[in-house]
T-cell receptor, first 113, second 113 residues
Framework: DADVTQTPRNRITKTGKRIMLECSQT?????MYWYRQDPGLGLRLIYY???????NKGEISDGYSVSRQAQAKFSLSLESAIPNQTALYFC????????????FGPGTRLLVL | QKEVEQNSGPLSVPEGAIASLNCTYS??????FFWYRQYSGKSPELIMS????GDKEDGRFTAQLNKASQYVSLLIRDSQPSDSATYLC?????????????FGQGTILTVHP
């Protein structure tokens, strides 16, 4: 089974709709991240969380919100989706102790019409 | 100026050649440096990390770091078609940025038979 899972894997929605992307991990990591990837722009950090009570904005947080429901779960919400939020979204995890490697989920491909 | 910038691609090399991927960063206090590989339609996976000036070798991969010049590179020797992917450079800043990474825009590498 995958250590970092994301649901849904693909989503089509309409402008103005609220949607939630979910991330779960079984790696026991305390740190979790949400990125979006656009062609030619690499990965850009939306939000990150170093534990359940610590949530921080990344470089492109406008239009997004997050919830860390448990150490293993980190959700990303688009309150009112707009077409320029069409992108590939990745969740990642890392451990605060023993290494800095980030492990990525399989990604969610989102299309906002 | 982007915080992390990679050489523009795409880069095409023949099988068996050396592929050279370059990355520069703007934060002189950066501490840790990573190369991720991303196959088309897949999530990024870590292939190399480097923390000290000099070279670090792992099989056919060599990471090179020069903090004075603020660049990090990845050499792939005896390139194989299976190395065809997008390579992402990631940099962890110093200070209180904890595990937060900044990614470059990626370089697409194609190894042709």
């Amino acid at each position: 089974d995958a250590d970092v899972t994301q649901t849904p894997r693909n989503r089509i929605t309409k402008t103005g709709k609220r949607i939630m992307l979910e991330c779960s991990q079984t790696k026991g990591h305390d740190r979790m991240y949400w990125y979006r990837q656009d062609p030619g722009l690499g990965l850009r950090l939306i939000y990150y969380s170093f534990d359940v009570k610590d949530i921080n904005k990344g470089e492109i947080s406008d239009g997004y919100s997050v919830s860390r429901q448990a150490q293993a779960k980190f959700s990303l919400s688009l309150e009112s989706a707009i077409p320029n939020q069409t992108a590939l979204y990745f969740c990642a995890t890392s451990a605060s102790q023993g290494g800095e490697t980030q492990y990525f989920g399989p990604g969610t491909r989102l299309l906002v019409l | 100026q982007k915080e992390v910038e990679q050489n523009s691609g795409p880069l095409s090399v023949p099988e068996g050649a050396i592929a050279s991927l370059n990355c520069t960063y703007s934060d002189r206090g950066s501490q840790s440096f990573f190369w991720y590989r991303q196959y088309s339609g897949k999530s990024p996976e870590l292939i190399m990390s480097i923390y000290s000036n000099g070279d670090k070798e792992d099989g056919r991969f060599t990471a090179q770091l020069n903090k004075a010049s603020q660049y990090v590179s990845l050499l792939i020797r005896d390139s194989q078609p299976s190395d065809s992917a997008t390579y992402l450079c990631a940099v962890k800043a110093g200070g209180t940025s904890y595990g937060k990474l900044t990614f470059g825009q990626g370089t697409i590498l194609t190894v042709h038979p």
